[in-house]
């Protein structure tokens, strides 16, 4: 549904565009050099904080502190410390240790509360986090805050992105503006172990933490959770949202589904921007599956076929391949019949009743090469339940730059 | 186990091998010119026959055809038709017809009875099969079958394969030879739509229906169902077996082990020719999962790691890079404790206790450089189920193998 309808206007802002937030990036030396590469995200007073975490059971040091800090605190938080270069993930308890540091570290600097400051970081996996250059970018990002904030937190996350990743967007609730925005970071869990799918969201909208996380649960799941590069779950994948109440407070069910629309569309352009920054990615392929039994059945085999190694080359090749389509459609496990099924390649159908429709070839290889994303629709007609997967080409500068180095 | 000290000898033969099959190829003209792409194998009287088929909700006309026929059998046959070139996938009714008339062609050609002809086909998926040539090629067969039998059949069911795949051995049961042996086609599930794997395994052993079938489940299991190139799995995926009872017969439960340890020698030996034989593929990986809660747990482990796009182009790139390896761990679904996972790259420890070992990253890179097939060995330490999965590196060439054309 276009923005304007639900009455949403996107700004040109990020992570700061709602009321209440300050965020700064400084350089650490961590494993870059003369870029940021620590960064704080900060509320002026206390914030509803929800996070979806990954569900890899490798799960990194700073995800197994905030899990304990969020069930502590009921939900609430002030801070987010962030580092890139260093995922401290596969690091054991020295790593936790190290965690909970950084944590401390930011916590004193900013003459905060125990169990106020989360933590999150990005990069290589197994080696143990470097804690003098971590506290010289804590320290530097403290001093940036309290000159005001600067603009390098979204650039202090990155890795191997080539570009910066932020959206926001204002709406009215009640005659009175509230504001979502955020940044994010993840060159599509494709780099060499840059554990990896970062997103921070802030709002000013007041809302109370149990129902900003069952919000947010249910925004990733239709965003981020369906974009996939390769597949592979990291160690670090963390969605964060912090909610300041600075601006108007949600309690009609009527604002709280607006509210939960403006949060995903916010979920969706970040998420989009990491699957448009993939390594190696030319293309963004949108799967679109209709008719399925139950919500979960068209995730499944959206899923499979936006993961299809076979359909991502042939994409790539601008080939329009329906059977590799089908073939991943006949593996996901979702239930269907195969007498049933109609596909689209962006308005062109090229498959009825399970077989090839009547179309000609040219036209297909037209669709597909003028259309970015391209758009694949299948049709199953087993019921009303639909899904929408987003994945990327496969190209030989993927297999280039996750073979040939190591960041 | 090696061979011999289960008193087995590899010998240099194919799906011939055991009394009482003959084989024939012949060219058709149905997608490919001047080479054979029909093939008949045929047994001299009625053979046990099992057969495991794919999984894929599109299962190809063949497949479907195959398993009312054997159902309708009971497990009995004589021969088995095989056209390369069009995979006879997504075609709907007439795609059936077409099936039973490959059957019915050779039934009446070669004099047998009805419902003791298997069909097979593997290519294109969504075209028509072209009986003309179909019915060219079934005629030239049964003419060399006539005089004999020919050398043809594993040419004659390939598709973008470079190397013919063969494999037989013999062994002793109650003083007598038996031989198993066979032959098969996948250049890795990764070919455009060359919907995919086919495996025709033949033995004089004597043996039930319902055993063959049984054993031969156990055997694709551990073998043909543990390899992958990039993890689609095809409409047309078939592992035949046909037991013609020329030898010995199987009676005593140790025979019976020692025909299931042969038999699944044979459909592994078959299995790894296709994953060396995979497009792009320069490096085969072994992936052996110890010490798992249960073989179900075993064999998610050693798949996620497997097929991990990050496992796969860091082993093209010669990079020792464990983390990618316990990240796929950690999202494969299988349970363990990440504080007592521990990994080897060929013999040389890398992970201990779930974080880095102590060792010298130029050791690493030398241990993977030297080796093909790659050994990667996880051990979980919580139970004492193994599982062994071989898959292929990820390169350039695969890229564009399945992106450039279809074949």
Redesign the interface.
């Known amino acids: 549904m276009p923005l304007d309808t639900l009455g949403m206007t996107s700004i040109h802002d990020g992570p700061t565009a709602a009321q209440g937030f300050r965020a700064a990036g400084a350089a650490g030396g961590i494993r870059y050099e003369g870029r940021p590469d620590v960064g704080i995200l900060l509320c002026d007073g206390p914030a509803s904080a929800g996070a979806v975490f990954t569900?890899?059971?490798?799960?990194a040091a700073p995800v197994i502190v905030d899990r304990e800090t969020l069930r502590k605190s009921g939900g609430v938080a002030r801070a987010v410390v962030v580092n890139a270069g260093n995922a401290n993930?596969?690091?054991?308890d020295g790593g936790l240790l190290d965690a909970r540091e950084m944590a401390t570290l930011t916590t004193e600097a900013l003459g905060l509360g125990a169990g106020e400051v989360l933590v999150a970081s990005t990069g290589?996996?197994?080696?143990a986090l470097p804690m003098d250059a971590v506290r010289r970018g804590i320290g530097g990002a403290v001093e940036e805050l309290e000159r005001g904030g600067n603009s390098e937190f979204p650039s202090a996350i990155l890795t191997t992105d080539t570009v910066r990743k932020e959206y926001a967007l204002e709406f009215d609730v009640g005659g009175e503006t509230v504001r979502i925005g955020g940044c994010c970071k993840g060159a599509g869990m494709?780099s060499?172990?840059m554990?990896t799918m970062l997103a921070f969201v802030t709002t000013d909208a007041g809302i109370a933490p149990s129902i900003l996380e069952t919000t947010l649960r249910t925004a990733v799941g239709r965003t981020f959770n369906c974009i996939s590069i390769?597949?592979?779950?990291?160690?670090n994948d963390t969605v964060f949202a912090l909610a300041s109440g600075r601006a108007a407070t949600i309690t009609t069910e009527h604002d709280l589904a607006v509210f939960g629309l403006a949060l995903e569309s916010v979920c969706r352009e970040l998420a989009l921007q990491i699957v448009r920054d993939g390594e190696g990615t030319t293309r963004v392929i949108e799967v679109r599956v209709r008719g399925a039994k139950d919500d979960a059945d068209a995730r499944l085999a959206a899923r499979a076929i936006g993961e299809?190694?076979?359909v991502k080359?042939?994409v790539?090749?601008n080939?329009p391949?329906?059977?590799?389509v089908?073939?991943?459609?006949?593996?996901s496990g979702a239930d269907?019949d195969?007498?049933r099924v109609a596909m689209w390649i962006e308005d062109l159908q090229v498959?009825r009743?399970?077989?090839?429709a009547d179309y000609a070839e040219g036209d297909a290889e037209t669709r597909l090469r003028d259309a970015s994303p391209v758009r694949l629709t299948v049709g199953l007609d087993v019921g009303d339940a639909d899904a929408t997967f987003w994945s990327s080409d496969?190209?030989?500068a993927?297999?280039?730059e996750?073979?040939?180095?190591?960041t």
């Open positions: 569900q890899n059971r490798f799960a993930a596969c690091t054991g290589v996996v197994g080696d494709i060499p172990n554990a390769d597949g592979d779950q990291s160690t299809s190694l076979l080359t042939a790539y090749g080939d391949n329906w059977g590799r089908l073939v991943a459609l006949g593996y269907f195969p007498g498959v009743g399970g077989i090839r496969l190209t030989e993927y297999v280039r996750n073979s040939v180095y190591r």
